[in-house]
């Protein structure tokens, strides 16, 4: 046997397995037109209609939560305004409070200078000189 009759052969194999299908497909598309087109236009119509009732529901479901979510996402845009400036306004507590705490420190620091300047005293004074000290910057 040639190359050429063996090429015939599978090609003539190949054409008869497509003419096999070929007629199978055919059977298929008969009963498929016969037998289920109607239902299944009825199906798919059944379909549809369920489909187009839930997507009214979502679009009532979702107009009615929007509006819920946007008042929401306002009361929290304010909420966080007020927020902000009481931050702003501890900030400022904070601030004066650093300070105010220096200045005793700092005076703390200069009347410990000026009792190591001035030589030993007695526990008594040290008091006395701390209720001073305090009284000075309760003042301010």
């Not at 050429?4 to 298929?28: E, F, K, P, Y």
């Not at 009361?75 to 966080?80: F, N, Q």
């Not at 931050?87 to 420190?105: C, F, P, T």
């Not at 000026?114 to 008091?127: E, L």
Request: hydrophobic fraction near 45%; charged fraction near 20%; charge should be negative.
């Amino acid at each position: 046997m040639t190359l050429a009759t063996v090429t015939n052969m599978l090609v003539i194999i190949l054409c008869t397995a497509v003419l096999v299908q070929t007629s199978r497909m055919m059977l298929a598309v008969r009963r498929l037109r016969g037998e289920g087109t109607g239902e299944l236009v009825k199906v798919l119509d059944r379909a549809v209609a369920q489909s187009r009732t839930v997507l009214g529901e979502l679009r009532a479901t979702l107009a009615t939560e929007g509006a819920a979510h946007a008042e929401a996402i306002a009361g929290a845009a304010t909420l966080h305004g007020q927020l902000t400036d009481l931050r702003n306004e501890l900030d400022v507590m904070i601030a004066v409070g650093n300070s105010v705490a220096d200045r005793i420190a700092g005076a703390n620091q200069g009347a410990a200078t000026a009792r190591d300047d001035s030589g030993p005293r007695s526990p008594d004074h040290d008091r006395a000189d701390a209720a001073t000290a305090g009284k000075e910057f309760a003042t301010c």
